[in-house]
Structure formats: structure tokens, C-alpha cells
């Protein structure tokens, strides 16, 4: 008869048997899935031993892309496969455990045209006291193919915008110049009018003179009339005269004390004076930088719009200031007049815009502040609210003295 205590170690013994089948059937089964994940892995895995570099294992996948079987046993210089082994070796040989190292190599096929692009991610371990290397091995062929032809692309794109820009420059010449003959034209043209127009207005008040009395009415009126009409055309012909300029003059800038410019125009101009106008210079007005004859033009012409557009009878009443803007200063005219409507805004300084009938104008003066602003460097804009009144603003780069 077996003892109680020989029994339970029995009991016991079959416990711990248990146990360890248990534990060694999960460890079979847990290694079975390394396995396969190892012998089907579409990346190719080599291990290698840390201190020789030898290989120790080697997945299907690998052997398949080296089309070699033999490759335990041996190390990747000794099979030669890589196209230049040296900085990869070196690599792996200051390759610490713990470590990872990724490296790009290339492989001739034996036999085959062609080579193969490679990726390698090395990393070391230590097992069980033994320093391992494991190496993944990826075909990069495709993706450096897909990068070679982007980078192909990109080059050709760069090349069809070199020349879409070649292009962009020369036709911007060839307009530029066909625009300046334009306007050399225009300028002649307008220029040689002005003689035929001036005749026609002396001849047609001689005639008035000599022999007004003589006809009588209404054949004055008709005479006066064509006097008048002549009159206004040869305004029309200075207007475009001075556009023209605007634009074709050259520039001399320096910098240009406003204070004194203002008061020099306002002199000249007794449309600006009580009881027509009040015009109020707001002190400080600091200088721009810009050129004197366009600023004179620019401001003349605000000033004369300022004071033009006003109900009939009532006087205008003009304030000009400076405001600093960034790097450059806004030099502000402010009218009380009858304002500019919404709609008409936004194109207001383009040529031949008008929004009022009644008043006299030919719609070139904003298109020459505008003009000149630009080519001084500055910009031009306005704030109007109908029947209380408008500001225009024209934009120019500070004094550089600093004023
Ligand atoms: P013009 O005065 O010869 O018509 P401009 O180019 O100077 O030409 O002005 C264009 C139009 O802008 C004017 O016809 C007028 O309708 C409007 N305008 C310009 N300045 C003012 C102002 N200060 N107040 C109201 N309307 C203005």
C-alpha cells in the first residue's frame, strides 16, 4: 500500500508534467507562427551571426530573389551578391545590439538583364548571449522606378516652364514695344490736331468780328457754337496730351516737400479760393519720395476734382492731410461734394469714366493720378459716400531724408 505522502507526489509531479507539456505546446505553437511568417514573408530575411557575419538563416523569399540556395554557411561578401559590399560591411561592423541600420545596395542578376534595387534594415540582438543580425531585404526596384520617373517628370515640367517663361518675356517685349509706338502715335496725332483746331477757332472769331454784325443772329450763335465745340475738343486733345505724358515721361525722384508744393498750386488756381473753395492744409504734411512734375499733375487734378464736383452754389470744402501707411504715406483729399455712386467706383480710375452728367470733364485726370502713382511707385484709392462727399488717397514711398 502506497504511503499518503509518495500519493500526493505523485499528484504533484503530474501537475508540473502537465504544466511544462502546456507550456512547451504554446511555445511549439507560438514558434510555428514565426515560422511561417518567416517562410512566407514576401521581404527578405537573412540572420546573421553578430561576430562573423555569416549567415545563419535565410527565409524562401531571399533565396528565391539571390537564386541561390546555398546561402547558410556563408557571408554576403563571400557570396558576392552586392554590388559594392565595403560601406555596408562597415556598417554592420559598427552595428551595436540593440541598434538598426538601413542601407541601399544593387544586384546584378546572374544571367539576367537588369538589377535589382535593394533596401536592407539591419538590426542586432543578443540571444541568449549570442549577438544576432537580423536583415530584412525589400525589392526597392519599383519604387525607384516610380522616383526616377517622377524625377523625370519634375525635370520636364521645370523645362516647359523655362519656356512658357522664355515666351511670357519675349511677348511682354514685343507688346511692350508695340504699346510704346502706340503711344508715340497717339501723342503725334494728338499733337498735330491741336494746329487745325486752333485755326479753326481763330478763323471762325475773325469771322465773328468782321462780319458778325453783318449776318446777325442766328448765324453768331451757330459761329459761337462751333467755337465753343472746337474749344472743348482742344481741351480733349491737352487731357490725352497729358495722359500720354503721364505715362511716357521720364521719372527724376527725390523727395518732394508736399506743405510747399500744395501751397505753390493753390496759389495758381483761383477756382481754389473763398468764396468757391475753403481749402484746409492739415499741418504737419510730411514729404514723399516720388517725382515733382507728376506730383504737381497728381494733385492738381485731385484738387480740381475736389473743388469741381460740388452742388452747384455751394462751396467746397477741401481738407487735405498726410497719414503714415507701413514703409510709405497717404496724403488724403477730402471733399464735401456730391460723392461718387457705389457702382461707379471701382473703375473710376480707369480712362474715360465718368459718373456725372453736367459737369465738365473728359474722365482722363483720375487715369493719370492713377498712372503716375504707379509708376512712382504708389497706389491710389478713395472712399465716397454719395451726396456727403469723397476721399481720394494717393500712396507714395516716405521722404528718405526722413521728413
Ligand atoms: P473729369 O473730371 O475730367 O471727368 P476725372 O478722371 O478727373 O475726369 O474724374 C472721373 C470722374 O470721377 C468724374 O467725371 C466724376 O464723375 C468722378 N469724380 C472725380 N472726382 C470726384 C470728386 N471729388 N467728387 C465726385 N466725383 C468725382
Known amino acids: 500500500m502506497k504511503s499518503r505522502t509518495s500519493g500526493q507526489a505523485i499528484k504533484s509531479a503530474r501537475v508540473r508534467r502537465r504544466f511544462v507539456d502546456r507550456k512547451a505546446a504554446t511555445l511549439r505553437s507560438s514558434e510555428l507562427r514565426f515560422r511561417r511568417l518567416f517562410e512566407t514573408s514576401q521581404d527578405g530575411i537573412l540572420i546573421l551571426d553578430g561576430a562573423t557575419h555569416k549567415i545563419l538563416e535565410a527565409n524562401p523569399y531571399i533565396s528565391q530573389l539571390f537564386g541561390r540556395h546555398d546561402l547558410v554557411g556563408k557571408s554576403l561578401s563571400e557570396l558576392g551578391i552586392l554590388a559594392d559590399a565595403l560601406p555596408f560591411l562597415q556598417a554592420l561592423e559598427k552595428l551595436q545590439p540593440g541598434e538598426c541600420i538601413r542601407f541601399e545596395n544593387s544586384w546584378q542578376f546572374p544571367g539576367k538583364p537588369g538589377v535589382a534595387e535593394l533596401e536592407f534594415v539591419c538590426n542586432s540582438y543578443d540571444e541568449k548571449g549570442r549577438w544576432l543580425i537580423q536583415c530584412n531585404i525589400r525589392d526597392i526596384a519599383q519604387r525607384r522606378h516610380a522616383e526616377r520617373k517622377l524625377r523625370d517628370a519634375l525635370q520636364q515640367l521645370a523645362m516647359v516652364k523655362r519656356g512658357l517663361e522664355a515666351r511670357v518675356l519675349e511677348r511682354t517685349a514685343d507688346l511692350q514695344q508695340r504699346n510704346a509706338e502706340l503711344e508715340a502715335f497717339s501723342y503725334s496725332l494728338s499733337h ?16 465773328l468780328e468782321e462780319y458778325g454784325k453783318t449776318v446777325g443772329p442766328p448765324a453768331t450763335e451757330f459761329l459761337q457754337k462751333a467755337v465753343a465745340s472746337a474749344q472743348r475738343l482742344d481741351r480733349l486733345i491737352l487731357d490725352v496730351l497729358a495722359f500720354s505724358k503721364a505715362t511716357r515721361q521720364p521719372l ?35 514729404s514723399v519720395h516720388g517725382d515733382r512734375a507728376s506730383m504737381t499733375q497728381c494733385l492738381t487734378n485731385l484738387l480740381d476734382n475736389a473743388v469741381k464736383f ?6 467746397a470744402k477741401v481738407r487735405v492731410y498726410t497719414r503714415p501707411s507701413g514703409e510709405r504715406l497717404r496724403l488724403y483729399v477730402q471733399d464735401n461734394g456730391i460723392g461718387i455712386p457705389e457702382s461707379a467706383q471701382p473703375r473710376i480710375f480707369d480712362l474715360f469714366q465718368r459718373a456725372h452728367n453736367g459737369y465738365e470733364g473728359h474722365g482722363i485726370g483720375l487715369a493719370i493720378v492713377r498712372r503716375a502713382a504707379e509708376r512712382m511707385g504708389g497706389r491710389v484709392g478713395l472712399s465716397s459716400i454719395p451726396g456727403q462727399g469723397s476721399t481720394f488717397w494717393i500712396e507714395l514711398p516716405k521722404a528718405r531724408s526722413g521728413q
Request: charged share 30%.
Open 252 to 286: 527724376t525722384t527725390e523727395d518732394v516737400n508736399l506743405d510747399e508744393m500744395l501751397r505753390d498750386i493753390l496759389q495758381e488756381r483761383p477756382e481754389c479760393a473763398p468764396p468757391k473753395a475753403e481749402i484746409k492744409l492739415e499741418e504737419p504734411l510730411s
Open 310 to 315: 460740388v452742388p452747384l452754389g455751394q462751396t
Open 192 to 207: 498735330d490736331l491741336r494746329a487745325p483746331i486752333r485755326a479753326i477757332v481763330s478763323f471762325t472769331q475773325l469771322a
